[in-house]
Nanobody
Framework: QVQLVESGGGLVQAGGSLRLSCAASGRTFSSYGMGWFRQAPGKEREFVAAISWNGGFTYYADSVKGRFTISRDNAKNTVSLQMNSLKREDTARYYC???????????????????WGQGTQVTVSS
């Protein structure tokens, strides 16, 4: 069992930055690939970014590539999402997710993930 708690969301103007963090507890954090997803009202949950168990591989949605950076610290059991050049369309609730496995590949479909946090709201104003 893994418990995930997100933090760092808030209200920011377009063009600004936010850093989301996800703290994990429970089973060995380094055994999990980690992902960030988001969901806006009336829309499906969508993949944002993912990172392999040791941080060696990262994956991004085309919509955030070049603006967002995912990272992890296995010593601190945390995964972060640095979000720069934010746009109004980035407004959503952001979720951290964990997928058991030490593969370099971390999938994009949300249903591939085993554990989820409660999410943190990000609102980008114009």
């Amino acid at each position: 069992q893994v418990q995930l708690v997100e933090s760092g969301g808030g209200l920011v103007q377009a063009g600004g930055s936010l850093r989301l963090s996800c703290a994990a507890s429970g089973r060995t954090f380094s055994s999990y690939g980690m992902g960030w997803f988001r969901q806006a009202p009336g829309k499906e949950r969508e993949f944002v970014a993912a990172i392999s168990w040791n941080g060696g591989f990262t994956y991004y949605a085309d919509s955030v590539k070049g603006r967002f950076t995912i990272s992890r610290d296995n010593a601190k059991n945390t995964v972060s999402l640095q979000m720069n050049s934010l746009k109004r369309e980035d407004t959503a609730r952001y979720y951290c997710a964990a997928r058991f496995g030490d593969s370099d590949y971390v999938p994009r479909p949300y249903y591939e993930y085993d554990y989820w946090g409660q999410g943190t709201q990000v609102t980008v104003s114009s």
